[in-house]
């Protein structure tokens, strides 16, 4: 049976049929083409389908599109804004926090969400806020770097 | 990589839950943090799911002076973020990643009955309950010690839910403390244990106890008060109480740890744990200014 679904993805609301065992990782990468957000391990290990859901970080590949029918999803799609990339993109840029950028969507949402629960965090904070984001390529230092980059660009933008 | 077919149940509040789930049986669906990967590998493939995401009456926390109860859509994060109870908050750090318990639920947790999960343990140690529910029979509350039937089976039957779960706060002069070795951040413990202290006036020993995990089908519960001799922490007889600790589990090796090398690090933990908690049991006893 499939079911017709609404999600408001990146301040839209899209529509859908899917059946329920439709994961919302592939929702949106299918149903709705965005394909910004990437599937690795498909059980929750490596982050990379991270999006918001209504503003918090969850796996996507761990969440079926029907369950959170009618609520609000933002994709890496979603971060930039009319001025362009966010301060957390341009950190990421700035800093070489990513090299294939296979992983980054999900990086950049969780550190999106991160920040804006914790806007000044530690070392170690930041560690434990990425420590469920897996890398192939950079080994993490840049990236670390790039959260604090961030941190200071946001703070500088008072956003 | 994909969830084998199923047919999908949305409740909207307990009463349809439990009538869905009486008639369809199937599988409760909370956080789906354990669920989804087993679908998604096909360890599983129920025929009918009920999701129980849209009954916000299930979201809830509650701290009373007896005890803290959780809710079953109570999300980890959630529970974290409340700190209503110490070793609850201790253990939630060690429950995966972050992200993970945006969404992972603490009494979906409980059900699932990993037996290196923490916070089966933390249930265990505190002498906790579950409460079951099935339509048309009322409600019924589950000891820890009977809930935890087996690796990855807890006392739950076809077509019951359990709506939540009550963790007693320890009488006054208590400290808890959670300790676990895992291979990296967040994953499941090779072994882990946690503990309960209660000293009396004299900061002496008065009980001690401790919940092991990833040492046996369920979490392991060992009293070592009489080992600890009622004297203070400082004078205990650590080698016995660990001792005692290891006779109790039943470790088992596997591609991650030998059952050898968990057998010694649960003695490890238990002794660091048990330090911790009399500590912490002692602050709480006798604060300190200089600390706070
Ligand atoms: C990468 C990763 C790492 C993890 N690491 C850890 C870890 O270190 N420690 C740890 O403890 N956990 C870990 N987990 C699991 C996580 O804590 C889960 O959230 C938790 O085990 C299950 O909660 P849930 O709400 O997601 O349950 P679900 O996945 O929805 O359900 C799990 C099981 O319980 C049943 N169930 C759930 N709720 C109820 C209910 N109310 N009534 C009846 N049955 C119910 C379901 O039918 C299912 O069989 C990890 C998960 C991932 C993906
Ligand atoms: S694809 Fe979702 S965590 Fe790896
Ligand atoms: S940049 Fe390649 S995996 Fe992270």
Known sequence: MEHEITLVVNGTARRARVPARRLLSDCLRHDLG????HVGCEHGVCGCCTVLLDGEPVRSCLTFAVTVD????????GLAGPEGPSPVQRAFGECHALQCGFCTPGFLCTVTALLRENPAPTDEEVLEGISGNLCRCTGYQNIAKAVHRAAELLAEEGQ | MKPPP???????????????LAGVGGKVLAGGQSLIPMLNMRLAAPEHLVDINRVAALATLEAAPEGVTVGALARHAQVARADAHPLLGQALRLVAHPVIRNRGTVVGSLVHADPAAELPAVLAVLGGSVRLARHGQGERDVPAE??????MESAVRPGELAVSAFFPVLPAGSGTAFREVARRHGDYALAGVCAAVTLDEDLHVASARVACIGVGPVPVVADVTTECDRRPAS?????AVTRAVQEATEPEGDIHASAAYRLHLVGVLAEQALKDAARAAAQEAAPSPATG
């Open chain 2, 6 to 20: 199923f047919t999908y149940h949305a409740p909207r509040d307990l009463g349809e839950a439990l009538e869905t």
């Open chain 2, 235 to 239: 004078t205990v007889d650590w080698a």
């Open chain 1, 70 to 77: 009618g609520q609000e999803i933002t994709t890496v799609e």
């Open chain 2, 146 to 151: 009977e809930f935890f039937v087996g690796p």
């Open chain 1, 34 to 37: 965005l394909t910004g957000t």
